[in-house]
């Protein structure tokens, strides 16, 4: 099929005010690492609901002459001869994955771009279009169903149950301060309730969320700064599996650094909270680096794992982690000691386009599966600079040879069917398929 007789949906630019605006003639496109796709309907979704429109400054965008069938990047608008626009990014909705990232090109002094994704959009039928994918139909995370005046009728009731619990003020502030989903369905009684606790981190992760040093670019949220005690976190974990069905509690949050160096109090914790309640799960999102820890924890009551890793290959996974006092090997003697315990093992897969679906990448994914006991993939968007990652990653893979994010989950699905995917933590109900 050619390219005239393809239904391309319109390019999308902001002026300097910030206000969007599509464009006549001229195609949105995708990029991934030096791949440039014109979007067509057939290669997008309507944008979810709950997704949001981010602004490129230091970029001027890269779209698809439809007349000349070539590539342009746009340096001022073309309703406004000499007004500078820009590129406009979608950051999508939790439950999707992008497939392909907003097309820009930097301007020489490009400042780095805050911790987001940026997906490419579209306009189309009267509607926004993203490149990209549902990998989770649950609707644990939509914003529709988090009404901001029950989440302060359960923070008013927690606060008259709880007056001294210094877990639950946190999580008060992450809710209605930092918007963040999981506290907001913890006050609501609804599926999984964080329970952040490490104050450090034996990783430097280059998209750390909650902590960035000597760099340009802001955390999204101030890390947690006291540690709860065992009987705190088990007041709120109690309270909420109580009440909840199918209750998953979890430590390792974005408001926190390595929930298994502080251990010595989730330990207790966990005992406390199966003393009182048999139901429930309790996980723990990790890098998974002390296998000698994770293996008391297991004994203490620990029914999953989710371990987040950008890349399977040792060289890619530690340029981002930038591990401390822990290698690559110690993650993968994690993630074995959890399947010889019966426990549930996911991979938080931090994915970005031109990098994910690399040949290369795929080949040492689908081996790594094949070899160690992986039950589920979360497929979770790398919030960071794309053409930053790039080049970071680039240093150490040459294999810039793509097959497309679509077409790398349908081969991980036909090499490995019983594999869950997913984006949020299942309850221990769901841990078979």
């Not at 890269?62 to 500078?84: C, M, W």
């Not at 939790?94 to 959009?121: H, M, R």
């Not at 644990?140 to 606060?159: A, N, Y």
């Not at 802001?218 to 309270?239: G, N, V």
């Given at each position: 099929m050619s390219r005239r007789s393809k239904r391309f949906i319109r390019a999308l630019v902001a002026n300097e005010q910030g206000k969007i605006f599509d464009l006549d003639g001229y195609a949105a496109v995708g990029m991934a690492c030096g791949e440039l796709i014109p979007l067509t309907e057939s290669d997008t979704i309507n944008m979810p609901a709950g997704g949001e429109h981010l602004f490129l400054p230091d970029r001027r965008p890269i779209v698809y002459n439809t007349s000349s069938e070539d590539f342009e990047v746009l340096t001022e608008n073309p309703y406004a001869p000499g007004k500078q626009i820009f590129p406009v990014a979608a950051f999508n909705a939790p439950g999707y994955t992008i497939s392909l990232v907003s097309a820009y090109a930097e301007e020489s002094d490009a400042v780095q771009l805050p911790l987001f994704s940026y997906g490419a959009v579209g306009w189309s039928r009267g509607g926004f279009r993203v490149a990209g994918l549902r990998v989770d139909p649950e609707r644990r995370q939509d914003l529709s169903l988090m009404p901001l005046d029950k989440i302060k009728k359960g923070?008013?009731?927690l606060r008259r149950q709880t007056p001294s619990n210094r877990l639950r003020r946190h999580l008060e502030t992450c809710a209605l301060t930092y918007g963040c989903p999981a506290a907001k369905n913890f006050f609501l009684g609804r599926y999984e309730a964080p329970l952040p606790t490490s104050r450090n981190c034996n990783a430097r992760c280059l998209g750390c969320l909650s902590l960035q040093e000597k760099s340009s670019i802001p955390s999204t949220q101030k890390r947690i700064d006291f540690t709860p005690s065992p009987?705190?976190?088990a007041q709120i974990a109690i309270h909420h599996i109580k009440r909840t069905r199918r209750a998953v509690v979890s430590f390792g949050q974005g408001c926190e650094g390595e929930p298994l160096l502080a251990a010595d109090v989730i330990e207790p914790a966990i005992r406390l909270i199966r003393k009182a309640v048999r139901s429930g799960t309790i996980n723990m999102n990790?890098?998974?680096s002390l296998p000698a820890v994770l293996e008391r924890l297991f004994e203490a009551g620990l029914d999953s794992i989710r371990v987040s890793m950008n890349s399977v290959r040792k060289s890619c996974y530690e340029a981002y982690f930038r591990p401390r006092g822990y290698g690559f090997s110690d993650v993968v003697d994690g993630i074995d000691l959890a399947g010889r315990k019966g426990k549930f093992v996911s991979i938080n897969y931090l994915n970005l386009p031109g990098f994910t679906d690399?040949?290369?990448e795929v080949a040492a994914l689908l081996c790594f599966?094949?070899?160690?006991p992986v039950r589920m993939i979360q497929w979770r968007n790398l919030n960071y600079d794309p053409v930053r990652y790039w080049q970071i990653m680039g240093s150490r893979s040459k294999d810039h040879e793509l097959i497309g994010i679509p077409t790398l989950l349908d081969r991980v699905r036909q090499a490995f069917p019983r594999l869950k995917f997913g984006y949020f933590?299942?309850?221990?109900?769901?841990?078979?398929?």
């Amino acid at each position: 099929m050619s390219r005239r007789s393809k239904r391309f949906i319109r390019a999308l630019v902001a002026n300097e005010q910030g206000k969007i605006f599509d464009l006549d003639g001229y195609a949105a496109v995708g990029m991934a690492c030096g791949e440039l796709i014109p979007l067509t309907e057939s290669d997008t979704i309507n944008m979810p609901a709950g997704g949001e429109h981010l602004f490129l400054p230091d970029r001027r965008p890269i779209v698809y002459n439809t007349s000349s069938e070539d590539f342009e990047v746009l340096t001022e608008n073309p309703y406004a001869p000499g007004k500078q626009i820009f590129p406009v990014a979608a950051f999508n909705a939790p439950g999707y994955t992008i497939s392909l990232v907003s097309a820009y090109a930097e301007e020489s002094d490009a400042v780095q771009l805050p911790l987001f994704s940026y997906g490419a959009v579209g306009w189309s039928r009267g509607g926004f279009r993203v490149a990209g994918l549902r990998v989770d139909p649950e609707r644990r995370q939509d914003l529709s169903l988090m009404p901001l005046d029950k989440i302060k009728k359960g923070v008013t009731k927690l606060r008259r149950q709880t007056p001294s619990n210094r877990l639950r003020r946190h999580l008060e502030t992450c809710a209605l301060t930092y918007g963040c989903p999981a506290a907001k369905n913890f006050f609501l009684g609804r599926y999984e309730a964080p329970l952040p606790t490490s104050r450090n981190c034996n990783a430097r992760c280059l998209g750390c969320l909650s902590l960035q040093e000597k760099s340009s670019i802001p955390s999204t949220q101030k890390r947690i700064d006291f540690t709860p005690s065992p009987d705190e976190i088990a007041q709120i974990a109690i309270h909420h599996i109580k009440r909840t069905r199918r209750a998953v509690v979890s430590f390792g949050q974005g408001c926190e650094g390595e929930p298994l160096l502080a251990a010595d109090v989730i330990e207790p914790a966990i005992r406390l909270i199966r003393k009182a309640v048999r139901s429930g799960t309790i996980n723990m999102n990790t890098n998974g680096s002390l296998p000698a820890v994770l293996e008391r924890l297991f004994e203490a009551g620990l029914d999953s794992i989710r371990v987040s890793m950008n890349s399977v290959r040792k060289s890619c996974y530690e340029a981002y982690f930038r591990p401390r006092g822990y290698g690559f090997s110690d993650v993968v003697d994690g993630i074995d000691l959890a399947g010889r315990k019966g426990k549930f093992v996911s991979i938080n897969y931090l994915n970005l386009p031109g990098f994910t679906d690399a040949k290369s990448e795929v080949a040492a994914l689908l081996c790594f599966l094949e070899d160690h006991p992986v039950r589920m993939i979360q497929w979770r968007n790398l919030n960071y600079d794309p053409v930053r990652y790039w080049q970071i990653m680039g240093s150490r893979s040459k294999d810039h040879e793509l097959i497309g994010i679509p077409t790398l989950l349908d081969r991980v699905r036909q090499a490995f069917p019983r594999l869950k995917f997913g984006y949020f933590n299942p309850p221990r109900e769901k841990f078979t398929v």
